[in-house]
């Protein structure tokens, strides 16, 4: 009698869920194959999206693990069964897919095919392990993970736009213009809008005119004038970080007024918290 440990099979009952749910900016879209561990959908900071397959025990024998495309008895392709591509498999970790492979997960998957996931198990040389991911109960869950994704796009689209925003200042001035304050606005909105925006770092530079001792000060004030009016409009204090340079860092000459202008600057850059795929 051959050892059932030799096709050990994971999947789940007809009643299983996809779930959605929203963490930190993140959208992830999940099910768990009964006895096996996790698979799940997840938005990245680059306006993509990754899929992982994480065991409870990673019992995939090292190398690439096998997808297939599987219709399921009702499935109008059925009994259709076609090998797709090989995913990434990091022995202990799990089994991952970037972009383009995630994305024709989801589609196969809002088709009606299950994901089988295949590879010689890690104990026994002639076992093989197989893993079913369902179709069922996936498009509810998929559109509203969709819906999130494209509000991260959105919100990537604004955090490329306002990252690294100057602030520019009058000669040996501290005060923030009318000019500036729609900026900051934006900036404030959109760190409020995102909670995977951890940091605001805000730095302050004067052109080359004056002691440095002086243009420190100066530039701090300069950084600390900004922090303010960006804590003013509901930005989290501890998500603010100010420096100041005085002239060390222009960025344009400073023999020239126009240059002098633009090294009259405080910079505010926007970071970004990594979503790593976790395993729970």
Same mark, same amino acid.
């Given at each position: 009698?051959?050892?059932?440990?030799?096709?050990?099979?994971?999947?789940?009952?007809?009643?299983?869920?996809?779930?959605?749910? &929203?963490?930190?900016?993140?959208?992830?879209?999940?099910?768990?194959? @009964?006895?096996?561990?996790?698979?799940?959908?997840?938005?990245?900071?680059? !306006?993509?999206?990754?899929?992982?397959?994480?065991?409870?025990?990673? $019992?995939?024998?090292?190398?690439? @693990?096998?997808?297939?495309?599987?219709?399921?008895?009702?499935?109008? $392709?059925?009994?259709?069964? &076609?090998?797709?591509?090989?995913?990434?498999?990091?022995?202990?970790?799990?089994?991952?897919?970037?972009?383009?492979?995630?994305?024709?997960?989801?589609?196969?998957?809002?088709? !009606?095919?299950?994901?089988?996931?295949?590879?010689?198990?890690?104990?026994?040389? !002639?076992?093989?392990?197989?893993?079913?991911?369902?179709?069922?109960?996936?498009?509810?869950?998929?559109?509203?993970?969709?819906?999130?994704?494209?509000?991260?796009?959105?919100?990537?689209?604004?955090?490329?736009?306002?990252?690294?925003?100057?602030? $520019?200042?009058?000669?040996?001035?501290?005060?923030?213009?009318?000019?500036?304050?729609?900026?900051?606005?934006?900036?404030?909105?959109?760190?409020?809008?995102?909670?995977? @925006?951890?940091?605001?770092?805000?730095? +302050?530079?004067?052109?080359?005119?004056?002691?440095?001792?002086?243009?420190?000060?100066?530039?701090?004030?300069?950084?600390?004038? @900004?922090?303010?009016?960006?804590?003013? $409009? !509901?930005?989290?204090?501890?998500?603010?970080?100010?420096?100041?340079?005085?002239?060390?860092?222009?960025?344009?000459?400073?023999?020239?007024?126009? +240059?002098?202008?633009?090294?009259?600057?405080?910079?505010?850059?926007?970071?970004?918290?990594?979503?790593?795929?976790?395993?729970?």
């Amino acid at each position: 009698m051959d050892d059932p440990l030799t096709r050990a099979r994971f999947g789940e009952s007809l009643n299983g869920q996809w779930r959605f749910d &929203e963490v930190d900016g993140t959208c992830r879209l999940e099910r768990s194959p @009964v006895a096996y561990g996790t698979a799940r959908f997840v938005t990245t900071l680059s !306006g993509e999206v990754a899929f992982e397959l994480v065991g409870v025990r990673d $019992l995939l024998a090292a190398g690439p @693990v096998q997808l297939s495309r599987v219709a399921p008895a009702w499935h109008p $392709l059925y009994p259709l069964n &076609e090998p797709m591509h090989d995913l990434h498999h990091v022995t202990g970790t799990g089994v991952s897919a970037a972009d383009a492979q995630a994305t024709r997960m989801l589609m196969d998957l809002y088709a !009606g095919f299950h994901q089988v996931l295949h590879n010689p198990g890690f104990y026994d040389g !002639g076992s093989t392990v197989q893993v079913q991911i369902s179709a069922i109960n996936f498009r509810a869950a998929y559109r509203r993970f969709m819906a999130c994704f494209q509000r991260t796009t959105a919100s990537l689209a604004s955090f490329a736009a306002l990252d690294r925003s100057r602030v $520019l200042f009058e000669v040996d001035k501290d005060q923030l213009s009318a000019a500036a304050i729609p900026r900051l606005q934006a900036i404030a909105k959109l760190v409020q809008a995102d909670p995977s @925006v951890n940091k605001v770092y805000i730095d +302050g530079h004067t052109d080359n005119s004056g002691a440095e001792r002086y243009n420190q000060g100066l530039s701090k004030r300069r950084a600390q004038a @900004v922090a303010a009016q960006l804590q003013a $409009l !509901g930005v989290p204090k501890v998500k603010l970080v100010t420096r100041y340079h005085a002239h060390r860092y222009p960025i344009a000459s400073n023999s020239t007024v126009q +240059g002098k202008q633009q090294n009259r600057r405080t910079t505010v850059r926007l970071a970004r918290a990594a979503p790593g795929l976790a395993a729970n």
